[in-house]
């Protein structure tokens, strides 16, 4: 099964996976859970696309409650680094680890003045171990965790090639572990 929230990214999946074995759902896992309980459940670039923390921490009991016990969740995304360092376009806030893109278009609800000029957050670039600890406290297991500092992630769309001041890979299997589901 395959779920994400835009229309268009699923249809971009279900003309890749036409196979009768695939079937997508449109939802927003941050409020939604998926019926039916998984043994793997893969996050392939979506948690740091989540910036809001609580919306983060849903996500991730709504994945522990899709998993069967001892299903695993398996993670790729961006963490932080101390030499990270963004386009003239972008600007990356240490306190929140937000980082904001320069943005014209007012109508989002979640754009913040950052000295008088719009931006909107895109990303949420945490160290390893704070995404380590937000997996723990959904009530997680964590397997394996890897910091690929060799490759980079190319934070927002424009480029097409990462550089050594992008943020770095992560990579995280986490597990399920009993049939409760997290407070």
Do not use: W
């Not at 268009?8 to 927003?28: G, I, P, R, T």
């Not at 309980?37 to 921490?57: G, T």
């Amino acid at each position: 099964v395959g779920v994400d929230i835009s229309a268009s990214a699923l249809a971009l999946a279900k003309a890749s996976h036409s196979s009768e074995q695939f079937s997508f759902l449109q939802k927003n896992l941050c409020e939604e859970t998926v019926p039916g309980k998984f043994d793997l459940v893969v996050d392939a670039h979506v948690l740091h696309c989540i910036v809001n923390d609580q919306e983060r921490l849903q996500l991730l009991k709504n994945i522990y409650s899709a998993l069967s016990p001892k299903g695993l969740f398996a993670i790729e995304t961006m963490t932080a680094h101390k030499r990270m360092n963004f386009e003239e376009n972008l600007k990356f806030n240490e306190v929140n680890n937000i980082l904001y893109r320069h943005n014209t278009q007012v109508q989002f609800q979640d754009l913040q003045f950052i000295d008088g000029v719009p931006y909107l957050p895109v990303r949420k670039i945490n160290s390893a171990l704070d995404i380590e600890a937000e997996l723990l406290r959904a009530g997680f297991q964590i397997i394996f965790l890897y910091v690929f500092s060799n490759r980079k992630v190319i934070p927002t769309e424009g480029r097409d090639h990462a550089i050594s001041t992008d943020p770095d890979l992560l990579r995280i299997i986490a597990q399920r572990l009993t049939d409760s589901t997290p407070d």
